[in-house]
């Protein structure tokens, strides 16, 4: 099959309750509050040169840097999540602060093209000494993001042409020529937002420049040594220890563990992942399958969190994953997304589906707040009741990488090729993908992700032959597939996890899919020793958890499930607006019988119970209370 | 009932196989090897003085001191330890080497009497400068301990001369009058050693600056805020961040949590139990209750380990339990037996004598390798096979600290008051306790602890009456006490864990004592998450560990215990010259069932096999292997 291309957020409309309210919620609230809270920390005034930067927010930590050069990333991320945002509904005031915004870059950008406000405010005559802590290509791929964003949306291309002249200057400024810097950024992230530009301007450079990027990365000897030594500074001294920190260990093709700061790893990987889908780099695809086959098999939560360590913000060792501790940063999740569809595209398989619905309605969803002015930044599995949303944080990553996602839910549901459509997620939406013959328009009618019944309609301009082709998502079992009202399950090419149906389709077909959602009981694979003796719960693809708010007079560091008993699963139209929970049997063991004891060889008496469970990425949105997601099993 | 005294190691004479063995192991190996790796590393040259102590042998860590800091302590400790051994077998090579450091000591002292070789080659203007980190008192106070220890044993008290002259000095130099230093040490130590060296003098000088060091810690203002500032520092900026490591943040009776450093805590609670005993200090002994309660019901391993964090050596929060990472410093578990020794003479309490004796056969003893020339700093309940014991440490406090307390293990069998004898431990040993009336030979014989039957003959100079109290440790379920071949134990009268007998004792009498030692299954209290699913085996006083060394073919990452299966406890006779083993029914999950899944719902298959369990202490003496004392039970 040839490979897929994505359809973006502009050609789908989400529909029904789910995605619509979180749209909204991102537009209404987030958008703007977060606008609210760049201005309130100078964020935005940093723009305006060539005044000096603002004094330092928040104070240099250990490592001796500020966050404070990550400020254009936030302002292009907001940008870019806005931009996607608007999508959904049109809205004047963001709008008119975007163009401002924009008009500050504009005026803050050098003739030859560089713009970064950090250094052109604070200390100019050293941009591009210090790849490897500073941030400066990962602020350029956060504006390209949001400019190439913003143009998708409006039409409008001032931000884009800043960038691109932007870009022009990387162009003349790195590579492997003589008067050029040998180097590329310690934060990934410019490598798959030149991508995205190149999606957009089909020029080769802007291709070029990424690959050299992705393909300079680990060369030996090592730029970031390099680079130190020209600053004066002992290249052994390096705050992280080890240039795995940022994947630069040794050249990409060569990595197949996953290693050092989750979210710099899992931006390079869509990078490398796109590279391979636009150039056919075999060794690039197949660096990706073992670094996938890595992360989801030895080190991923069964939220699809990533990275359980504060320490390196990233992976430890093999089926480490601590619960209450685990790091599982709201950008990593959103970052396994941006990875999983590329490999999607690549190879349509479902195995790259279900880690992205995963990630989406778990780890990644979890990270904001039902009012939308809320965020976790890490996204631990357990808490004593310690942990708590914010609303602001002196690295304001997540806030925006979140919102950006959410607000773009609309890229993940389908891809296509000249005569395929592939359908990954499901959730009321009408989509208008355009195959060679003809237009198609799809509407999808489901309560997803609470129901797995949904109805597809077909809409081909003309009566057309295509391959539609339906996820049966991995925790699907006994799906049932009908057109037109008979069934046709049992017709469909199961392909990599696919229901592949090649037929004449004509306006107005309907296929009717039902997914099966029981609750099912997860087990950890037995070397995750955080793990052993528990179980979490999940029905689809929703991950839950027990939370202190649901279930008053338990105490949940007591708590056991009743293996084998029966689960119930009721939607409760009260709360959220609409949200499954769980009922499960349990036991809790009586303090009493512990009283004074750390110890002991007598089984312990417990009473029955029941425990109530909801969606993981709801919970602390009641205040700060007890939570588990994997509870202990008897 | 009067409280009681100790018995100490001079008046007890092990016997049978196991403590004799230890005791010539640390006697014939571990003291030359300590003393020859001092040499080696400088420690013993860093005395002859005045010239410069040597250069640093490890670079200053981060926090910018460096561990030579503490070598006067580790010089005092071994003369400790060498001391006790030698009241097993004399030896005139070891008394000539503590004879020829002493001699270095004496040229070394000031004529005031300070003495601390760090300061003297180094910077002696600064003395008494740093109490926070600087160790000096600490320093003093092993070396007093040594002194106090080579006089016991030996009857010289050269080396005990010059310390009563260094404490002289420090009474001079400490208290609350004007020209004082009303401060206390950083590392608490000086109080218990004071507390030994009044055992011995009788003179309240020592009792009272004891005292003073006691109840000065944690009064405001707080004296190390006062003296940073004098050193020109800011006090905010204490590396450990806050006084909690040091057990300062506020007054001792104050404190009811077991907070910071673990062996700083374990040493100051041991003060303070030995003052409230010797001054009936009420308020002194409520905090060591409940400091007690706190640590052994919310904080402390099965094996006795104290301290789960390598961060600040020292606590976390109640029931944080890692095994892996477990930091459980040998020091701790060796300290936490000084404070239970003391609890246990104030109240003759068994649950102190159980904790006593859990520590000795577990997180201390594993400390000293079966060569008695390799250690463990930290003693983890769990490795993947990367621990291993070494030969010497950058701070060696370990090795000496293990040493000594197995070389004056004479020093837990016993305590006396005028007409009560109480027996703690068990095993062969022969023991001289004087009683008001009379002399009381004992003598014990029992393969303890891998049989729970002892035989105990009382032999009394004439016949006497006055109370035998035996200890009826809390894992002997269906203890049974014989006098002379007739039951007993029905007409014993248990006094808080102990079986009081009181008769006229004569020459001969025999009682035999039957404890059952079937082996039990442990389970952790449910707030402990990193036991939650888990048991451990314990027999006796012995925890016991699956170690890979025992279980070839068996992936020990993949196992499970199976519940309610009875398991066989066989002495192996060759083994580490006669050892326990265990052998438990248990399943392994096939890890085929688990390729490429990291989670599943369906039950995995699982063969079953047997898995053998060696006593923990002797894990890793057949080189690094995966180990675990807590094991997944299905």
């Known amino acids: 099959m040839a490979k897929l291309s994505p359809v973006d957020f502009t050609a789908v409309t989400l529909e029904g309750r789910f995605w619509p309210e979180r749209l909204e919620t991102v537009l209404a609230k987030t958008i703007p509050s977060q606008f609210e809270q760049m201005v309130k920390h100078n964020i935005i005034e940093s723009l305006d040169l060539p005044k000096p930067v603002p004094p330092l927010t928040f104070p240099r930590n250990h490592h001796n840097f500020t966050t404070q050069v990550f400020w254009d990333s936030d302002v292009g991320k907001w940008i870019e999540a806005a931009s996607y945002a608007l999508s959904h509904r049109r809205d004047k005031d963001i709008e008119d602060k975007i163009d401002m915004v924009v008009e500050k870059l504009a005026l803050a950008q050098l003739d030859d093209g560089y713009l970064n406000c950090w250094y052109l405010g604070r200390e100019p005559e050293k941009r591009w000494t210090n790849l490897r802590d500073n941030h400066e290509l990962y602020c350029a791929g956060h504006m390209l993001e949001g400019a190439v964003a913003y143009f998708q949306t409006t039409g409008r291309r001032k931000l884009l042409d800043i960038m691109l002249r932007y870009v022009d200057h990387m162009i003349v400024r790195f590579g492997r020529g003589e008067n050029q810097i040998r180097g590329y950024c310690g934060h990934q992230e410019i490598e798959l937002a030149l991508l995205k530009l190149y999606a957009v301007t089909h020029e080769k450079k802007h291709l070029d420049l990424a690959r050299y990027f992705i393909d300079e990365r680990g060369a030996l000897p090592h730029y970031f040594d390099k680079e130190a030594i020209a600053r004066g500074d002992d290249p052994k001294k390096f705050w992280a220890k080890t240039y795995e920190y940022n994947q630069s260990h040794k050249p990409v093709r060569e990595q197949d563990e ?329 036991l809790m063991s009586d303090q009493s019988e512990w009283a004074g004891k750390l110890y002991q060889s007598d089984p312990k008496a417990a009473k029955k119970t029941t425990l109530t469970a909801l969606p993981y990425y709801l919970w602390c949105n009641r205040g700060s209370n007890r939570m588990l997601v994997w509870v202990p099993e008897t």
């Open 258 to 586: 996953v290693v050092g700061h989750a979210v710099r790893a899992m931006y390079m990987y869509a990078a490398m992942a796109d590279i391979a889908a636009e150039t056919g780099d075999a060794a690039l695809k197949s660096a990706c399958e073992k670094l996938w086959h890595d992360v989801t098999e030895k080190r991923m939560y069964v939220t699809a969190g990533l990275g359980p360590s504060a320490t390196n913000e990233g992976f430890t060792s093999p089926y480490d994953l601590p619960n209450e501790t685990a790091y599982a940063e709201t950008c990593a999740s959103v970052a396994l997304i941006f990875w999983a569809k590329r490999m999607l595209d690549l190879d349509c398989d479902s195995a790259y589906a279900d880690i992205l619905e995963l990630s989406l309605f778990n780890g990644t969803l979890s990270g904001l707040s039902r009012d939308g002015v809320h965020y976790f930044y890490a996204n631990p599995l357990e808490s004593d009741g310690n942990h708590q949303r914010w609303t602001w944080h002196p690295c304001p990553c997540c806030t925006m990488n979140v919102s950006r996602l959410v607000a773009s839910v609309g890229n993940y549901f389908y891809s296509r090729n000249s005569d395929t459509i592939a359908v990954h997620l499901y959730g009321s939406n009408t989509a208008s993908i355009k195959l060679d013959g003809t237009n198609v328009t799809l509407k999808q009618t489901a309560d997803y992700p609470w129901s797995g019944k949904i109805s597809l309609e077909v809409n081909p301009e003309i009566k057309t032959e295509f391959t539609l082709k339906l996820r049966v998502p991995g925790w699907a079992k006994g799906a049932k597939v009908k057109i037109n009202g008979k069934n046709f399950g049992h017709r469909a090419v199961m392909e990599r996890g696919y229901a592949a149906i090649r037929r004449a389709w004509k306006m107005g077909d309907i296929v009717a899919i039902d997914f099966p959602m029981p609750v099912e009981r997860i087990y950890a694979h037995p070397r995750v020793r955080q793990d052993v003796g528990r179980v979490a719960l999940k029905r689809g693809p929703l991950v839950f958890c027990v939370e202190g708010a649901d279930n008053p007079g338990v105490d949940l560091s007591m708590v056991s499930l009743v293996a084998d008993k029966p689960v119930k699963a009721l939607l409760d139209e009260g709360l959220f607006g609409g949200t499954m929970r769980l009922w499960a049997p349990a």
